[in-house]
């Protein structure tokens, strides 16, 4: 039997020196051995969801090439093999999906609105300190008021009377105390509001949400990662505007690609079993990693020593189609330089994992820990328990069509495929057609054409030069023919699929301005009707976001300011809104009613009267804010009404009293008119009485004096006068 070249063969002598040789010094397991086992159990959780994924993965290319209008490599091969020469692709799904994401873009990035809110618990928690005040107080009060029955009625309340006497005030003083709270509750509400505002709107909220919709219309899954904090660079302007540069860490919302998320088999969610991300650092950014807590500075130096030219961590399948399909290049050499691929896993580990690799926390050995680690090759550069108190995963996931149980739903690609493919058909085949039928075709018999003649050559005044053939008749040995012309037939059908891919979008044509209506789509309020039901269809797709993203997103973000802001005035005990679902569409419509319905409420005084002034300036406020206008300028807030009413009132009970006053100044200066009168007229019947006394006297005096006279003589008479000098009695002395 001959020697096989490529196997190697040794003599005698030469396995006697190889067996010679000192046997390698066993090295036993230490550090980096045990270390390794987070490595490998990472690794493991990865291999299995990157398997499991592999059906979504030929989903997502598909959607995707849908998106950019192309044929896949074994769809293209068949249709040229079935004699296709027009290749087309129909620009049905991009269109779709580009009137859903503007749609949905309207309803979650509002222009000076906000998808969500943030209210207080209907039935807010009373703290234990106001409970204990609540029952002092009511006690207190049930003494007083059994104090004050026996010193008026001289009777001893009984016990149950007291009992029901402090269970009765203390009601009182829970509800009173509630409705306090409430009001302090509805403005931590509306302080925490304007917080998350704030942070959404510093940590590129925005950017995330608008590839996050991109995601949601092109994909069976899109998802948002977030809150999570990192190190953003802000400029600030100091004294004298000198530049100041601060690189503090804030809350930040980013988009993850599809692609590059790894749920586990038979998750729902991504807060079930292992998830894996799949991240791309770039040296300097993994370098800005050492000194951070929870990051091993030892580990990510050998990172960078092993991997100083980049590298990929898993050459995966769908790279390439992946990178031409969003980069538009067919080259992976091309990808930047200095690029290192990590996986974030979010997952259960066993407690003697972590503390092997050097997590200080305790942790009981056979006791899973939920963590967050980073493994970049064979370093985990990164591992800590997840600080969220429920556990919760800042990953959030919704479908533009949700299969119950699944991860993965279906996209808009995904519901107009079997449409897709029939327009394409049709499209192709009325090219072929069109191509046809565009020009005569001719026939001709080869035996008869004449030496050099090129029967090929098809021009104007073409002089065709034949043999003549008797046995032939009258055939002329050239002819020509039309094609029939079947491009109306064609459009028909075009015009049929193209029509049934809006009711399985759910996306009609005149949501996004094409397409002529006819019958009720002719008018405004017609075609507003018509909007209305579409929304239906889409209200389902919007309330996957609300309920599955942004619920969940700014419920992590108010549980984190909850628990690390020290502004105590913002805390309280609030529930997320989403408000969505509940926004769309067809803001002319809401606005048209608005206005409606302010104009009935303000034409009539009765009521005017009902809804009262904070419910019209609630009316006012909503109509300006959907107006795009200055609603703080125009609309005063609550509080300014309640001063506004308090100087109204103060103004008119001041208006009041100078109103009493003055008409107790004029009832006083008519009583004091009346008792002049009164003493005048008193003084006149006074003057009068005294004249006619002294009439009477003088009268009298005169007839005695005559008597006297003639009897004893003349006598003298004595008159007696009063205070005010008028003469009031006479005497004859």
């Known amino acids: 039997m001959a020697a096989n070249p490529l196997v190697r063969q040794l003599g005698l002598t030469q396995l006697l020196e190889r067996e010679a040789q000192a046997l390698p010094e066993i090295q036993q397991i230490g550090n980096d051995q045990v270390e390794s086992a987070l490595a490998g159990h990472i690794r493991h959780s990865w291999t299995q969801n990157k398997l499991a994924k592999y059906k979504i993965e030929r989903r997502m290319l598909n959607c995707l090439r849908a998106r950019r209008g192309e044929y896949s490599q074994d769809a293209l091969a068949q249709i040229q093999a079935n004699g296709g020469t027009n290749i087309v692709w129909a620009d049905l799904t991009e269109t779709k999906c580009r009137g859903a994401s503007a749609w949905i873009r309207e309803i979650i990035l509002p222009a000076g609105e906000r998808p969500w809110g943030i209210q207080p618990t209907p039935i807010p928690d009373l703290p234990r300190g106001l409970k204990e005040t609540i029952v002092a107080k009511s006690i207190a009060q049930a003494q007083q008021a059994m104090l004050q029955m026996q010193q008026e009625a001289g009777q001893i309340m009984e016990k149950s009377q007291f009992r029901d006497t402090v269970a009765k005030l203390g009601t009182q003083l829970k509800q009173q105390a509630e409705r306090e709270l409430k009001k302090a509750s509805e403005k931590r509400a509306k302080a925490m509001e304007e917080r998350i505002a704030d942070n959404l709107a510093q940590g590129s909220w925005e950017e995330a949400a608008d590839g996050f919709v991109e995601d949601f219309v092109t994909f069976p899954a899109a998802v948002i990662k977030g809150p999570i904090y990192q190190r953003h660079k802000r400029l600030s302007w100091g004294d004298g505007w000198t530049p100041k540069v601060s690189n503090n860490p804030a809350q930040t919302w980013e988009r993850v690609s599809p692609f590059d998320i790894y749920p586990a088999m038979g998750a729902k969610t991504c807060q079930d079993g292992d998830f894996v991300e799949r991240i791309r650092f770039q040296r300097k950014q993994l370098f800005d990693l050492k000194g951070l807590p929870g990051y091993n500075d030892e580990q990510i130096e050998a990172a960078l020593l092993d991997y100083t030219n980049g590298h990929l961590e898993g050459w995966l399948w769908t790279a390439a189609e992946r990178q031409r399909l969003e980069q538009e290049t067919t080259y992976l050499f091309l990808t930047p330089p200095g690029l290192i691929d990590a996986l974030n896993y979010w997952g259960s580990v066993p407690g003697w994992k972590l503390a092997s690799w050097g997590v200080t926390a305790e942790l009981e050995p056979d006791k899973d820990y939920e963590v967050n680690c980073l493994l970049i090759g064979k370093y985990v550069v990164y591992c800590g328990l997840n600080t969220d108190p429920l556990g919760v995963r800042p990953y959030h996931k919704a479908c533009y069509d949700e299969i119950p149980g699944a991860f993965w739903g279906r996209s808009i690609p995904d519901l107009v495929a079997v449409h897709q493919q029939m327009c394409n058909a049709c499209a192709c085949s009325l090219a072929d057609n069109m191509g046809a039928a565009s020009g005569p075709m001719g026939w001709v018999h080869m035996d008869r054409l004449a030496e050099g003649e090129q029967s090929i050559d098809i021009s104007s005044w073409k002089m065709w030069q034949l043999r003549s053939d008797p046995s032939q008749g009258v055939n002329p040995g050239v002819g020509f023919f039309q094609p029939n012309d079947n491009s109306e037939k064609l459009m028909k059908v075009y015009s049929e699929w193209e029509q049934r891919a809006d009711d399985a979008s759910g996306v009609p044509r005149y949501t996004y301005g094409n397409g002529q209506q006819i019958g009720a789509g002719d008018t405004a309020t017609g075609l507003a009707m018509l909007m209305n039901n579409a929304a239906k269809g889409l209200r389902r797709a919007i309330g996957n976001i609300d309920l599955r993203v942004i619920q969940p997103t700014i419920t992590q973000a108010f549980v984190y300011e909850m628990i690390y802001s020290k502004d105590q005035s913002i805390k309280g005990d609030c529930i997320i809104v989403p408000r969505g679902a509940n926004a769309i569409l067809i803001k002319e419509s809401a606005q048209t009613r608005r ?64 109103q009493a006053e003055a008409l107790k100044q004029q009832a006083d200066a008519e009583a004091q008119s009346k008792v002049a009168e009164v003493q005048a007229k008193g003084q006149i019947d006074q003057q009068q009485r005294t004249l006619e006394i002294i009439g009477d006297i003088v009268k009298q005096a005169v007839q005695q004096a005559v008597a006297g006279e003639r009897e004893k003589g003349p006598k003298k008479l004595k008159f007696g006068k009063g205070a005010d000098g008028l003469i009031e009695t006479a005497e004859t002395e």
Do not use: C, H, W
């Not at 795009?628 to 103060?650: G, H, S, T, W, Y």
């Open 595 to 658: 206005t409606q319905f302010l104009s009935i409420v303000s034409s009539n005084p009765l009521l005017a009267q009902i809804v009262g002034e904070d419910g019209i300036a609630a009316l006012l406020r909503e109509v300006a804010t959907a107006m795009e206008l200055p609603v703080d300028d125009i609309v005063p807030d609550d509080e300014a009404m309640q001063k506004r009413r308090a100087d109204a009132a103060q103004a008119a009970q001041a208006q009041q009293q100078a």
